[in-house]
């Protein structure tokens, strides 16, 4: 199955002198050729053009990038994980379904969500057999890997109960952070702990590439709130608001809170959203918010210290400045 992608990982590793982005590009048309190959053994299935739909539209693929990275980089090659970071891109679109059916939304990648092209039913049916193929994958790597893969299946849908069950009056920074490290996070961290226990790496080199990739996650879940809301205008009804609005909602005054309020509670206008984007400079909410960001990029940083010199650590640095490209530019060698 992976063939065609393999061919083109064995022409990059002699390319020394390719650029770390050039690189990621690479690993992401490794992972896509592969999820194609996949998805074209799965036509018998009754659920085919649901699982096609949901797994070729487009994305980052950077979860899986994870499990491939830190497979090289505990000394393994792309070539013994493939397989096991299409589980993880399975497990990762099974949420992704799930949550467009609880968040209502119609549109994901800028195409029909599942629900909407089919029925919420079909959709729980689909996020189902995702879920169901992501453990067939990563049962051939043992049990310790599967137990993994279960467990943050759990912590997953923990995650998504945290994020329906809060109103903004219940809401503080530190549930959303929880929330976050279990609906978010928790993905980051088992890509990069399975990768790297898949090639038989030390539990020292594991616990540095989980912890890594879990703050990753964090900073990564808090940059991406921050666009959607002061960028994109845009915000969801259910669920859990994003951390601009918590700390807007603890720092306003009483009609800041009722504006914060409504905009979750009513079909709210764009005017009356970037008013709250307005307040949300004004308080300097947009900077601490970033500053968060920081404070997690700056702890997944010093969890690859432990690594040292190792291959391709680079690109776990590469990784830090998608996030945030002006991070401290020295970080990108790792120097």
């Not at 393994?76 to 799930?98: C, D, N, R």
């Not at 959303?176 to 990069?192: C, G, H, P, T």
């Not at 947009?286 to 969890?303: N, P, T």
């Amino acid at each position: 199955m992976c063939s065609m992608a393999c061919d083109k990982h064995g022409a990059l590793s002699k390319m020394r002198d390719i650029s770390l982005a050039d690189r990621l590009s690479v690993y992401k048309e490794l992972i896509d050729k592969a999820l194609a190959e996949f998805i074209m053994s799965l036509d018998s299935s009754k659920l085919y053009p649901q699982l096609r739909h949901a797994l070729l539209s487009p994305g980052k693929r950077l979860r899986p990038i994870l499990v491939l990275l830190s497979a090289e980089c505990a000394g393994g090659s792309v070539e013994q994980v493939l397989q096991l970071a299409l589980s993880v891109e399975l497990i990762h679109t099974a949420t992704l379904v799930h949550d467009d059916i609880i968040d209502e939304d119609e549109v994901r990648r800028g195409l029909p969500t599942v629900h909407k092209l089919w029925s919420s039913e079909i959709a729980i049916l689909t996020g189902d057999a995702l879920i169901a193929l992501s453990i067939k994958l990563a049962s051939s790597y043992g049990e310790e890997i599967l137990r993994k893969t279960a467990e943050t299946a759990l912590m997953l849908c923990e995650g998504e109960l945290i994020d329906i069950s809060a109103g903004i009056k219940d809401v503080s920074e530190e549930l959303y952070i929880d929330m976050v490290k279990r609906k978010s996070a928790s993905l980051f961290k088992l890509a990069a702990e399975i990768g790297a226990l898949a090639v038989k790496a030390p539990q020292p080199l594991v616990h540095a590439l989980g912890s890594f990739a879990e703050y990753y996650g964090v900073a990564y879940q808090i940059k991406d709130d921050l666009e959607d809301l002061v960028e994109k205008s845009s915000i969801s009804k259910r669920g859990m608001p994003p951390l601009p609005l918590i700390a807007l909602y603890n720092r306003g005054d009483d009609r800041l809170r009722r504006k914060v309020r409504d905009a979750l509670s009513n079909d709210t206008s764009k005017d009356s959203l970037k008013e709250l984007t307005k307040a949300i400079r004004a308080y300097g909410i947009d900077k601490y918010c970033l500053s968060k960001v920081e404070e997690y990029l700056w702890k997944a940083v010093e969890s690859l210290k432990a690594l040292g010199k190792r291959p391709h650590i680079e690109c776990f640095y590469q990784m830090v400045k998608l996030v945030n490209p002006n991070f401290h530019s020295k970080l990108v060698t790792g120097n």
